[in-house]
Protein backbone atom coordinates (compact mmCIF):
# COMPACT_ATOMS: atom_id res chain seq x y z
CA UNK A 1 0.00 0.00 0.00
CA UNK A 2 1.56 3.30 -0.74
CA UNK A 3 1.81 5.99 1.87
CA UNK A 4 -0.49 8.45 2.21
CA UNK A 5 0.12 11.89 1.18
CA UNK A 6 0.03 14.27 3.97
CA UNK A 7 -2.28 17.29 3.42
CA UNK A 8 -1.76 20.47 4.83
CA UNK A 9 -4.67 23.10 5.69
CA UNK A 10 -4.63 27.03 6.80
CA UNK A 11 -6.46 28.11 9.54
CA UNK A 12 -9.11 29.38 6.97
CA UNK A 13 -9.70 26.33 5.38
CA UNK A 14 -10.08 24.73 8.55
CA UNK A 15 -12.73 27.30 10.02
CA UNK A 16 -14.85 26.66 6.92
CA UNK A 17 -14.60 23.22 7.05
CA UNK A 18 -15.92 23.34 10.40
CA UNK A 19 -18.77 25.13 9.67
CA UNK A 20 -19.82 23.09 7.10
CA UNK A 21 -19.84 20.08 9.73
CA UNK A 22 -22.05 21.84 11.85
CA UNK A 23 -24.59 21.19 8.75
CA UNK A 24 -23.99 17.85 8.07
CA UNK A 25 -23.03 16.56 11.95
CA UNK A 26 -21.77 12.71 10.70
CA UNK A 27 -18.18 12.55 11.22
CA UNK A 28 -17.30 9.47 9.43
CA UNK A 29 -19.04 10.76 6.13
CA UNK A 30 -17.87 14.35 6.22
CA UNK A 31 -14.58 12.76 6.47
CA UNK A 32 -14.62 11.15 3.44
CA UNK A 33 -16.53 13.19 1.54
CA UNK A 34 -13.68 16.01 2.29
CA UNK A 35 -10.74 14.06 2.20
CA UNK A 36 -9.66 14.37 5.70
CA UNK A 37 -8.38 11.88 8.05
CA UNK A 38 -10.26 11.15 10.77
CA UNK A 39 -7.67 11.74 13.30
CA UNK A 40 -6.69 14.98 12.11
CA UNK A 41 -10.66 16.00 12.27
CA UNK A 42 -10.90 14.74 15.95
CA UNK A 43 -7.82 16.87 16.70
CA UNK A 44 -9.38 20.31 14.78
CA UNK A 45 -12.69 19.28 17.09
CA UNK A 46 -10.99 19.36 19.70
CA UNK A 47 -9.45 22.63 19.60
CA UNK A 48 -12.23 24.26 17.62
CA UNK A 49 -13.11 27.33 20.14
CA UNK A 50 -9.50 28.19 19.46
CA UNK A 51 -9.58 28.19 15.57
CA UNK A 52 -12.85 29.95 15.65
CA UNK A 53 -12.15 32.31 17.99
CA UNK A 54 -8.49 32.88 17.01
CA UNK A 55 -8.16 36.61 15.52
CA UNK A 56 -4.18 35.00 13.73
CA UNK A 57 -4.24 35.34 9.55
CA UNK A 58 -6.28 32.98 7.78
CA UNK A 59 -3.74 31.95 5.83
CA UNK A 60 -0.82 30.47 8.32
CA UNK A 61 -1.34 27.04 9.15
CA UNK A 62 -0.96 27.11 12.66
CA UNK A 63 -2.24 28.99 16.12
CA UNK A 64 1.16 29.72 16.77
CA UNK A 65 2.96 29.13 20.07
CA UNK A 66 4.32 25.51 19.62
CA UNK A 67 8.47 26.27 19.57
CA UNK A 68 10.13 25.08 22.34
CA UNK A 69 10.35 27.26 25.85
CA UNK A 70 13.22 28.68 26.74
CA UNK A 71 15.16 27.28 29.81
CA UNK A 72 16.01 30.27 31.17
CA UNK A 73 12.98 32.37 32.70
CA UNK A 74 14.46 35.44 33.07
CA UNK A 75 16.23 35.69 29.31
CA UNK A 76 15.89 39.18 29.15
CA UNK A 77 17.32 40.47 32.95
CA UNK A 78 20.74 37.77 31.75
CA UNK A 79 20.31 39.61 28.36
CA UNK A 80 20.24 43.08 30.12
CA UNK A 81 23.17 42.03 32.10
CA UNK A 82 25.39 40.75 29.41
CA UNK A 83 25.07 43.76 27.01
CA UNK A 84 25.51 46.12 30.53
CA UNK A 85 28.62 44.33 30.79
CA UNK A 86 30.00 44.77 27.20
CA UNK A 87 28.64 48.45 27.27
CA UNK A 88 31.29 49.08 30.44
CA UNK A 89 33.92 47.55 27.42
CA UNK A 90 34.55 44.67 30.17
CA UNK A 91 35.25 41.00 29.01
CA UNK A 92 32.26 38.85 28.78
CA UNK A 93 32.87 35.30 30.08
CA UNK A 94 30.36 32.08 31.21
CA UNK A 95 31.46 32.42 34.35
CA UNK A 96 30.25 36.10 35.15
CA UNK A 97 26.70 35.16 33.54
CA UNK A 98 26.54 32.04 36.18
CA UNK A 99 27.76 34.23 38.76
CA UNK A 100 24.82 36.91 38.15
CA UNK A 101 22.46 33.55 38.25
CA UNK A 102 24.13 32.41 41.44
CA UNK A 103 23.42 36.52 42.98
CA UNK A 104 19.81 37.01 41.26
CA UNK A 105 18.43 33.59 40.47
CA UNK A 106 19.87 31.05 43.03
CA UNK A 107 16.87 29.08 43.69
CA UNK A 108 16.24 28.85 40.02
CA UNK A 109 20.31 27.79 39.49
CA UNK A 110 19.75 25.43 42.55
CA UNK A 111 16.82 23.27 40.34
CA UNK A 112 18.35 23.93 37.45
CA UNK A 113 21.58 22.15 38.49
CA UNK A 114 20.15 19.30 40.83
CA UNK A 115 18.95 17.01 38.45
CA UNK A 116 22.23 16.78 35.89
CA UNK A 117 24.86 15.06 35.74
CA UNK A 118 27.19 17.51 35.68
CA UNK A 119 25.17 20.46 36.44
CA UNK A 120 28.41 22.85 36.29
CA UNK A 121 28.89 21.38 32.35
CA UNK A 122 25.51 21.80 31.80
CA UNK A 123 25.62 25.46 33.16
CA UNK A 124 27.98 26.44 31.10
CA UNK A 125 26.84 24.93 27.84
CA UNK A 126 23.42 26.60 28.64
CA UNK A 127 25.70 30.19 28.48
CA UNK A 128 27.45 29.37 25.93
CA UNK A 129 24.35 28.87 23.89
CA UNK A 130 22.53 31.48 24.77
CA UNK A 131 25.36 33.81 23.86
CA UNK A 132 26.19 32.02 20.45
CA UNK A 133 22.08 32.40 19.97
CA UNK A 134 21.86 36.09 20.44
CA UNK A 135 24.92 36.75 18.45
CA UNK A 136 27.52 37.16 21.19
CA UNK A 137 31.09 36.26 19.90
CA UNK A 138 33.90 35.65 21.91
CA UNK A 139 36.32 38.53 21.77
CA UNK A 140 40.19 38.09 21.86
CA UNK A 141 42.52 40.63 22.83
CA UNK A 142 44.67 41.44 20.37
CA UNK A 143 48.49 42.80 20.22
CA UNK A 144 48.39 47.03 19.43
CA UNK A 145 51.69 49.03 18.76
CA UNK A 146 49.98 52.13 20.47
CA UNK A 147 49.59 52.90 24.23
CA UNK A 148 46.95 52.71 26.25
CA UNK A 149 46.59 56.78 26.79
CA UNK A 150 46.76 56.87 22.75
CA UNK A 151 43.53 54.41 22.32
CA UNK A 152 41.79 56.22 25.15
CA UNK A 153 42.39 59.39 22.95
CA UNK A 154 41.40 58.45 19.72
CA UNK A 155 38.39 56.86 21.36
CA UNK A 156 37.10 59.76 22.97
CA UNK A 157 38.26 61.82 19.43
CA UNK A 158 36.30 59.60 17.27
CA UNK A 159 32.83 58.84 19.78
CA UNK A 160 30.93 61.46 18.35
CA UNK A 161 31.86 60.75 14.28
CA UNK A 162 29.87 57.62 12.58
CA UNK A 163 30.28 56.10 9.22
CA UNK A 164 29.15 57.75 5.94
CA UNK A 165 26.84 55.38 5.15
CA UNK A 166 25.31 55.45 9.04
CA UNK A 167 22.88 58.12 10.12
Same mark, same amino acid.
Given at each position: ????? /??????????????????????? @????????? =????? +??????? $???????????????? $??????????? @????????????????? +???????? @????? @????????????????????? /???? =????? +????????? +????????? =?????????????
Amino acid at each position: MPPRS /QSSYSIDEKRKLLASFDELCLRS @KFCKLQGIA =RTTWI +SWLKYRL $QLVANPRNGKRKTLGG $QGTKGAIPFNN @KLLGFMKDVRRQEHILT +SVHMIMFM @KTCHA @KWLAGYTSGKRDGYKSLLKLC /QDLA =RRHRF +SQRVPCFTN +SSAVEMVLL =RTENRGETHPGMH
